[in-house]
């Protein structure tokens, strides 16, 4: 019995080429890491706006959501980060100023 999914040629169908090639840009568009903060804030901001419009096919609508969750761990991880670096001038008791860590003036 012929194989369902090739033709005489060996060739794969259009339709499982193009799959693939979907798949292959999904994931790309996961991996690609934005430029700076300021440009993956505007691309969420984008992706919220066309996934709000609700005219958008499933599978497109599943990639754009996953990307958001990338562009969304991918911000966060670069406000913790800097959050780590951040400094405070404390007035001391003497007139001068020592510097402490943002997180121990929360506390």
């Known amino acids: 019995m012929d194989n369902l999914f090739n033709d005489d040629t060996g060739a794969k169908p259009k339709r499982q ?7 292959a840009k999904e994931a790309e568009n996961q991996i690609a890491e934005p430029k700076s ?9 984008k992706i919220v706006e066309k996934l709000d419009e609700g005219e958008v096919a499933l599978e497109e609508s599943v990639a754009l ?3 958001a969750q990338f562009l969304a761990r991918w911000c966060q991880d670069k406000l913790d ?7 405070l001038l404390v007035p001391t008791g003497d007139g001068g100023f020592e510097v402490e860590d943002i997180d121990n003036t929360h506390n």
């Open 17 to 23: 080429r193009q799959s693939k090639k979907r798949a």
């Open 37 to 45: 903060f300021e440009t993956a804030l505007v691309e969420l901001q």
């Open 65 to 67: 959501f996953e990307r």
């Open 81 to 87: 980060r800097i959050e780590g670096k951040l400094k």
